[in-house]
């Protein structure tokens, strides 16, 4: 039996790319600010006096340039871990991530791999208004040629970083600024590795399915406590990869609870919550009693005000609101 | 002056014969491409490098081909040629054809060949600089001795990416040569319509980066420069950003059938005169290494060998359908179907 350690997932994830570069030295890191200032949420903290500017390398604050510069070291079979400060930033860098690092392993046919991760928090954190809240994981998951995963508690993002590091193809790592701080168990392995598109059931229930991903799944698992209450036993599926998506989870919990709702913070019409839902619409329609129902940010660019930020972020009064409307 | 006139005549015969055999080889292939775009058998967008020969053959001469990485926009047949790719590849994947370079995948515009340290052939401008500084920095992140041959076109230096990529090649001391191909048209739009200052070699200036302008259309010129520059940069494991000034006798693609809209006639009358094959040609004589009729038989030879690889393109399958998903990832495929 491997022993368990209680940490968050900030430190997990610290601690997970340091043993991926203590593993292997073609594993460096880049970023703004990551290295001297140790990052502007510490993930990477502590790494930059272990490993110095070779490994820990401080960009200047130019995401188009880095992100190209990083899948170049990649294509030259280097492995780097690049970090947006936050994903709003990859933005400027998706001319680069989209039309280059996600292309080049199609458009060479396979003879130049790109074993590339870009990670960082994306979705508000608070009060960080219209520029710095993006939720962009519906962007990434809708570019063939990478892969995307948000994960929700500290045994996933430690090990899910390790599968992206190991991982030949670009890999948008997702994280979610309210997640840093979250506590779990989590192997005290350094080869512990989740896989990609594996959902896993953190709840089990019968009567619906609360679906989401990152820190949704924490709204979800709050609302089927809510939801006990009222007699009411929902099953929680954490999708945690969306592409490749474990659709056969989602649809294994859908047949047997027969409702669905799908709970996503970024903005509700076309982010990926959408794509879930249109998926279990024409794969289980029979096994449904119910629409599929979706609960997404609301349609605003991010508001300042506490007040109204959080009007527009999900939480598991809406997600019980919806599961009331379904039944 | 007479200095350099006496270093000049130290090529070798061989060596002269070879530059202007793969010139012409380059000149005759890309004619070949433009007569089977034209015939239906080429699509997309087509860039051939017609006029430029001297620049690529100059540069690549240079290099360690299989170990210097090469990486440039999508006016790329000559690099991949050049640095000897099986020109078969080439011409069958500017077909669409499964023994393209890249399975009929890429097209004219994604040429790549890593094994020749050819790495595309890319087609956002000025998109791919940062790549191949990433190349570089792979090569100084090792402590090897890769020098990277970075290059774009006039028109990519005004892209924002492009700057980005200077700054941080200067700040890390990446081994990057910017070459910027400077053939005075971004598409239709002139130099003095797209660039505030047309001097594009002072883009290397705000970042302490080696810049200078040289002349693209004397091949023997261009070598000479190429291996001071690579030399330096080898040596020294710092970047280095040259403008080259050079001519496109072709249009901006295959599908610009209306070159008259942005120049005269009488201007590409006027820079058919720079023509750098003709221009060897006449040293080959003037050094009495060939004479008219072993030019022409040159030229007789090359044109039958491009004929060749032509037939042996075309005679090659397309790719088979369900190729279609295959190579999006190393190890799965996304959702199939409509």
Redesign the interface.
């Known amino acids: 039996m491997s022993l368990t350690l209680e940490m968050s997932y900030r430190d997990a994830l610290q601690k997970s790319m340091l043993e991926e570069m203590d593993k292997n030295a073609d594993v ?1 890191l880049m970023g703004e600010d990551i290295g001297r200032y140790e990052g502007t949420f510490k993930v990477t903290k502590g790494l930059f006096p272990k490993y110095g500017h ?1 490994r820990v ?1 401080d ?2 604050i ?1 995401e ?15 492995r780097p871990i690049v970090e947006f400060m936050t994903m709003s930033f990859s933005i400027l860098a998706l ?2 991530i989209i ?2 690092t996600a292309k080049i ?9 790109c074993p590339i991760v870009f990670r960082g928090p994306g979705g508000a954190a608070k009060q960080l208004s219209a520029q710095h809240s993006h939720s962009m994981e519906g962007w990434f998951a809708h570019v ?2 990478l ?1 995307v995963v948000a994960p929700a508690t500290p045994a996933d993002i430690y090990g899910m970083l390790k599968t992206a590091v190991a ?3 670009p890999v948008i790592l997702y994280e979610n600024p309210g997640l840093y701080t979250i506590k779990g168990t989590v192997p005290d392995d350094p080869n512990y590795h989740v896989p990609f ?1 594996k959902a896993q059931i953190l709840r089990e229930g019968k009567d619906i399915s609360l679906i989401g991903y990152s820190r949704m799944t924490h709204i979800n698992l709050a609302a089927a406590e809510l939801l006990a209450k009222d007699g009411i036993d929902a099953e929680v599926v954490d999708v945690r990869s969306l ?3 474990d659709a056969e989870t989602i649809y294994k919990s859908v047949r047997k609870t027969h409702r669905a709702v799908v709970v996503y913070e970024d903005w509700r019409s076309g982010g990926f919550g959408a794509e879930i839902a249109a998926r279990i619409g024409e794969d289980c329609f029979d096994d449904l009693d119910a629409p599929v129902a979706r609960v997404g940010g609301l349609n605003v660019p991010m508001p300042y005000a506490r007040v109204l930020e959080l009007e527009c972020i999900p939480d598991e009064k809406d997600v019980v609101a919806a599961v009331h409307k379904q039944r | 002056m007479a200095k350099q006139a006496e270093k000049k005549n130290l090529e070798l015969p061989a060596e002269l014969e070879r530059y202007y055999r793969d010139m012409l080889f380059i000149r005759h292939f890309e004619e070949k491409c433009n007569m089977a775009y034209r015939q239906g058998k080429a699509g997309g967008y087509m860039h051939v490098y017609i006029g430029m020969e001297a620049l690529a053959v100059g540069w690549m001469h240079t290099i360690r081909k299989g170990h210097d ?1 090469v ?1 440039t926009a999508y006016r790329d047949h000559a690099h991949a040629l050049l640095l000897g790719t099986d020109p078969v590849a080439v011409m069958a994947e500017i077909m669409g054809r499964k023994a393209g ?3 009929g ?2 097209g004219s515009m ?1 040429i ?3 094994k020749h340290g050819m ?6 401008v000025g ?13 100084r ?1 090792r402590g090897d001795d890769r020098v990277t041959l970075n290059f774009l076109g006039d028109g990519a230096a005004n892209q ?2 492009v700057y ?2 200077l ?2 090649a200067a ?2 001391s990446l081994p990057c040569i910017f070459i910027i191909e400077n053939n005075e048209f971004a598409m239709g739009t002139r130099l003095e319509y797209h660039a505030s200052d047309p001097e594009l070699w002072k883009r290397g200036l705000p970042f302490n980066i080696k810049c200078e302008r040289i002349d693209g259309m004397d091949v023997l010129q261009m070598k000479k420069d190429a291996e001071r520059i690579v030399d330096w940069v080898r040596k020294e494991g710092k970047p280095y950003l040259v403008e080259i000034m050079t001519y496109r006798f072709s249009g901006h693609g295959a599908a610009d059938n209306d070159r008259q809209l942005y120049r005269t006639k009488e201007e590409e009358l006027e820079n058919l005169k720079r023509d750098p094959i003709k221009k060897l040609e006449q040293v080959l004589i003037d050094r009495n290494i060939a004479n008219e009729e072993k030019l022409e038989a040159i030229d007789a030879e090359i044109q039958e060998a491009v004929d060749k690889i032509y037939a042996e393109a075309d005679a090659s399958p397309f790719p088979d359908v369900d190729e279609v998903y ?7 495929t ?2 199939k179907g409509h």
């Open positions: 460096f070779r390398i960009t200047p130019t188009a340039g880095f992100a190209g510069i990083a899948t170049g070291a990649a294509m030259a079979g280097l001319d680069q039309n280059h392993h199609y458009m060479t046919n396979g003879e130049v791999k063939p040629g892969k991982d030949d193809n598109g592409l490749p998506l | 990485y990486i370079t890249a399975g995948k890429g994604h790549y060949d890593p790495y595309g052939g890319w087609g956002i998109g791919h600089i940062p790549l191949g500084a990433g190349l570089a920095f792979a090569s992140y924002g990416v980005e990529t700054n941080m700040l890390y295959d190579n999006i990832y190393s190890d799965m996304p959702e």
